[in-house]
């Protein structure tokens, strides 16, 4: 089993930058990939970005491509989403996810473990 707890949300205005960070339990993160996703008001939880358990193959929403960067530190068991050149559409609870696959998914319903998320805020 894995826990994730997110943190590095904040307020920021449009145009900056935030970290988010995922830190997860147990010995065994490198078998899991993990995945980002977001959930705005009154909208579904949508996919953000995911990275493969071997540090590799990351992968992006179209609507973030070029401004996030994921990326993950195994002996830190912690997982990373760069944000830059927010806009206010960005806005939303940010969830951290674990899937024990060798694969990546961008479909939520995927992934077996969820952090609790983090309020992304961005002002315009």
């Known amino acids: 089993q894995v826990q994730l707890v997110e943190s590095g949300g904040g307020l920021v205005q449009a145009g900056g930058s935030l970290r988010l960070s995922c830190a997860a339990s147990?010995?065994?993160?490198?078998?899991?990939?993990m995945g980002w996703f977001r959930q705005a008001p009154g909208k579904e939880r949508e996919f953000v970005a995911a990275?493969?358990?071997?540090?590799?193959?990351?992968y992006y929403a179209d609507s973030v491509k070029g401004r996030f960067t994921i990326a993950r530190d195994n002996a830190k068991n912690t997982v990373y989403l760069q944000m830059n050149s927010l806009k206010p559409e960005d806005t939303a609870v940010y969830y951290c996810?674990?899937?024990?696959?060798?694969?990546?998914?961008?479909?939520?319903?995927?992934?077996?473990?969820w952090g609790q998320g983090t309020q992304v805020t961005v002002s315009s």
């Open positions: 147990g010995r065994t993160f490198s078998a899991y990939a």
């Open positions: 990275i493969s358990r071997a540090e590799g193959s990351p």
């Open positions: 996810a674990a899937l024990r696959s060798i694969l990546i998914h961008t479909r939520a319903t995927a992934y077996e473990y």
